[in-house]
């Protein structure tokens, strides 16, 4: 048996619930002068440090000093596996050039799937093991990576099982979800409904032992709301967790489509509306913002908060780490805008990138709070209130990750 002490924590920072957190009924819970007993790797207990000291005496002790504890961050929408990079479409961007001119050079999404279909398994292992390591140090303790930088049956597949060997790699927990319907690859231009068939017929069979969820990109350029019916028909059939990209950069009604087919989130919604966030509130859809990206990609506009607010939709925040339009690691970076950019409180954000977090992957029942019964995902961040991962924006406060009742890293070690 593993037994840790954790005592004279300054901060001890959650928020607390058996369902996800509407944005009108956000609360954090604040202990001073706190302690947390953790035993194989579940909370057990939380009180005065005083009164857990003497409790558990004999046990091992971290005295964190008045430091803060926090749970750990979940990033429920990253795309971890892929090869090649694309700083030099950044540049044209930063020059003018739109994404129609890209794409004729041979940028875009198409040169991501280019260079990991050229990538062995073993290369896209050792990359995502990487990126995963980076977010580590930033805090993050459980990671949802999807696939869809393959657009064929065999590189899909590739994808998945990188993810699966990711989950051995590295400390975290990998939550996977195929997300073949990305877009219609190069290749198929001219066979749309091809694709669309061999999705629907050999992939989402298929991969059902790989992936716990599956995803579709509706916008245009990608899938029509039509289209993904027919895709997400059979991925439900298959019993699939369904979650959407929605509404991104046009109001297609993706959050209502989310809605009908009860998924557990929709996400981006820059451009939802008033009927799709209605719909979600009624199927308890929570909507994942992803600030980062639209900051990337210098959209005019944001999710409509307010209506977040009013319509009781959980919130909760990514990374949507990806190489073309979020290369970020940091749930604080994701944080910090969703206040500043998006005009969520700290609380909001507090609770998009834990608790709500978790429940958009479905693990809000172990993950995303400090509660008896839950992992010891902890972060001990090196300040004095938990209001410096805003106050300080471009610093990383974490010192200690507490992974499952383990350190698992140090800052400088």
Same mark, same amino acid.
């Given at each position: 048996m593993s037994e840790l002490l954790i005592t004279h924590i300054g901060e001890l920072v959650t928020a607390k619930g058996e369902k996800p957190i509407a944005p009108l009924d956000v609360r954090l819970e604040v202990l001073k002068d706190a302690a947390i007993y953790v035993e194989d790797g579940r909370i057990v207990d939380i009180g005065p440090s005083e009164e857990l000291s003497k409790k558990y005496r004999e046990k091992f002790t971290l005295d964190v000093d008045g430091r803060v504890v926090i749970p750990?961050?979940?990033?429920?929408?990253?795309?971890?596996?892929?090869?090649?990079?694309?700083?030099?479409?950044?540049?044209?961007?930063?020059?003018?050039?739109?994404?129609?001119?890209?794409?004729?050079?041979?940028?875009?999404?198409?040169?991501?799937?280019r260079s990991t279909r050229a990538a062995?398994?073993?290369?896209?292992?050792?990359?995502?093991?990487?990126?995963?390591k980076e977010m580590l140090a930033a805090?993050?303790?459980?990671?949802?990576?999807?696939?869809?930088?393959?657009?064929?049956?065999?590189?899909?597949?590739?994808?998945?099982?990188?993810?699966?060997?990711? &989950?051995?790699?590295?400390?975290?927990?990998?939550?996977?979800t195929f997300l073949g319907a990305h877009t219609v690859p190069f290749d198929y231009r001219e066979r749309r409904e091809e694709y669309i068939e061999l999705l629907k017929s050999r992939m989402l069979p298929d991969f059902r032992s790989l992936a716990e969820f599956a995803d579709i990109f509706v916008e245009d350029g990608a899938f029509s709301p039509e289209e993904a019916r027919k895709i997400l028909k059979v991925a439900k059939e298959y019993g699939y967790?369904?979650?959407?990209?929605?509404?991104?950069?046009?109001?297609?009604?993706?959050?209502?489509?989310?809605?009908?087919?009860?998924?557990?989130?929709?996400?981006?919604?820059?451009?939802?509306?008033?009927?799709?966030?209605?719909?979600?509130?009624?199927?308890?859809?929570?909507?994942v913002l992803l600030p980062t990206s639209t900051f990337f990609l210098r959209v005019k506009g944001s999710p409509p908060v307010e209506k977040f607010r009013k319509y009781g939709v959980p919130i909760a925040l990514a990374t949507d780490h990806n190489p073309g339009t979020s290369p970020y690691y940091s749930m604080q970076s994701a944080m910090v805008m969703g206040v500043f950019e998006f005009g969520l409180t700290p609380e909001e954000a507090f609770i998009a990138a834990t608790l709500n977090?978790?429940?958009?992957?479905?693990?809000?029942?172990?993950?995303?709070?400090? &509660?008896?019964?839950?992992?010891?995902?902890?972060?001990?961040?090196?300040?004095?209130?938990?209001?410096?991962?805003?106050y300080e924006p471009d610093r990383n406060p974490v010192e200690f990750v507490i992974k499952n009742g383990n350190i698992v890293y140090e800052r400088g070690a």
């Amino acid at each position: 048996m593993s037994e840790l002490l954790i005592t004279h924590i300054g901060e001890l920072v959650t928020a607390k619930g058996e369902k996800p957190i509407a944005p009108l009924d956000v609360r954090l819970e604040v202990l001073k002068d706190a302690a947390i007993y953790v035993e194989d790797g579940r909370i057990v207990d939380i009180g005065p440090s005083e009164e857990l000291s003497k409790k558990y005496r004999e046990k091992f002790t971290l005295d964190v000093d008045g430091r803060v504890v926090i749970p750990g961050f979940v990033d429920p929408h990253t795309h971890l596996v892929y090869a090649g990079c694309r700083h030099e479409e950044f540049l044209m961007k930063l020059k003018g050039a739109s994404y129609t001119e890209i794409l004729k050079r041979g940028g875009g999404i198409n040169s991501t799937v280019r260079s990991t279909r050229a990538a062995l398994l073993d290369e896209l292992i050792e990359l995502a093991e990487r990126r995963a390591k980076e977010m580590l140090a930033a805090g993050t303790t459980t990671i949802e990576v999807k696939s869809g930088y393959g657009l064929d049956y065999e590189n899909e597949k590739k994808i998945l099982l990188a993810a699966r060997e990711l &989950e051995r790699k590295v400390p975290q927990d990998i939550v996977i979800t195929f997300l073949g319907a990305h877009t219609v690859p190069f290749d198929y231009r001219e066979r749309r409904e091809e694709y669309i068939e061999l999705l629907k017929s050999r992939m989402l069979p298929d991969f059902r032992s790989l992936a716990e969820f599956a995803d579709i990109f509706v916008e245009d350029g990608a899938f029509s709301p039509e289209e993904a019916r027919k895709i997400l028909k059979v991925a439900k059939e298959y019993g699939y967790g369904i979650k959407v990209h929605a509404d991104q950069l046009h109001d297609l009604g993706g959050g209502g489509l989310a809605a009908e087919f009860h998924a557990i989130s929709a996400e981006h919604l820059d451009f939802v509306s008033d009927e799709s966030l209605e719909k979600m509130a009624e199927a308890g859809t929570i909507g994942v913002l992803l600030p980062t990206s639209t900051f990337f990609l210098r959209v005019k506009g944001s999710p409509p908060v307010e209506k977040f607010r009013k319509y009781g939709v959980p919130i909760a925040l990514a990374t949507d780490h990806n190489p073309g339009t979020s290369p970020y690691y940091s749930m604080q970076s994701a944080m910090v805008m969703g206040v500043f950019e998006f005009g969520l409180t700290p609380e909001e954000a507090f609770i998009a990138a834990t608790l709500n977090a978790a429940f958009a992957i479905n693990r809000g029942n172990i993950s995303g709070s400090i &509660e008896p019964g839950k992992k010891a995902d902890l972060l001990i961040l090196d300040t004095h209130s938990w209001v410096h991962l805003f106050y300080e924006p471009d610093r990383n406060p974490v010192e200690f990750v507490i992974k499952n009742g383990n350190i698992v890293y140090e800052r400088g070690a």
